[in-house]
T-cell receptor, first 115, second 118 residues
Framework: AQKITQTQPGMFVQEKEAVTLDCTYD???????LFWYKQPSSGEMIFLIY??????QNATEGRYSLNFQKARKSANLVISASQLGDSAMYFC????????????FGRGTSLIVHP | GAVVSQHPSWVICKSGTSVKIECRSL??????MFWYRQFPKQSLMLMAT?????????EQGVEKDKFLINHASLTLSTLTVTSAHPEDSSFYIC??????????????FGAGTRLSVL
């Protein structure tokens, strides 16, 4: 069975600074995908970034980058130059090829960006 | 990115009535859709997996007669909360999975529906 762990219930960062949100995972399946979603107070889940287990390079999407350390089984999200609008819940998720592609979500991290 | 539309975004109903929530994939065909329930400050709890043209697969502990799921087409899945009671009040959110050939099998989510049962 796969497992996603987000150990930071809450994080604070000052505007324009970078922040790292931690995510570790556990699976015995060699083929898997890792995702990060953002959920603002409105409730919608916004897809941010994806990393495949066989991808050689860390994924990047604008201000978001995924620090993928396969040996450590970690997939931390790095947000550069934080903005007030980045304040939200952030969920890490994983799906494995042998799990009908149904992702497992972590408990989430609440990020607050202050001026 | 792909767009998933969920309607209504907010509904208040009396106890004992049924509520239908629609989930549509607007620019792609979704053979599989998922329904989640989310309690305040918690993660998403998968309720069921909806496959087009077949019966939904419910997670353990989810009452299939209570939460009726219909996936009548490749772009539409509906969740009906039958005989709703106050304990059914929650945030329900659907997602649609883009196929393997598109966008790495990423799940795209609707905006969610806040259900309040009086």
């Amino acid at each position: 069975a796969q497992k996603i762990t987000q150990t930071q219930p809450g994080m604070f960062v000052q505007e324009k600074e970078a922040v790292t949100l931690d995510c570790t995972y556990d699976t015995s399946d060699p083929s898997y995908g890792l995702f990060w979603y953002k959920q603002p107070s409105s409730g919608e889940m916004i897809f941010l970034i994806y990393q495949g287990s066989y991808d050689q390079q860390n994924a990047t999407e604008g201000r978001y980058s995924l620090n993928f350390q396969k040996a450590r089984k970690s997939a931390n999200l790095v947000i550069s130059a934080s903005q007030l609008g980045d304040s939200a819940m952030y969920f890490c998720a994983m799906r494995v090829s042998g799990g009908s592609y149904i992702p497992t979500f972590g408990r989430g991290t609440s990020l607050i960006v202050h001026p | 990115g792909a767009v998933v539309s969920q309607h209504p975004s907010w509904v208040i109903c009396k106890s004992g009535t049924s509520v239908k929530i629609e989930c549509r994939s607007l620019d792609f065909q979704a053979t599989t859709m998922f329904w989640y329930r989310q309690f305040p400050k918690q993660s998403l709890m998968l309720m069921a997996t909806s496959n087009e043209g077949s019966k939904a697969t419910y997670e353990q502990g989810v009452e299939k007669d209570k939460f009726l799921i219909n996936h009548a087409s490749l772009t539409l899945s509906t969740l009906t909360v039958t005989s709703a009671h106050p304990e059914d009040s929650s945030f329900y959110i659907c997602s649609a999975r883009a196929g393997l050939a598109r966008a790495k099998n990423i799940q795209y989510f609707g905006a969610g529906t806040r259900l309040s049962v009086l």
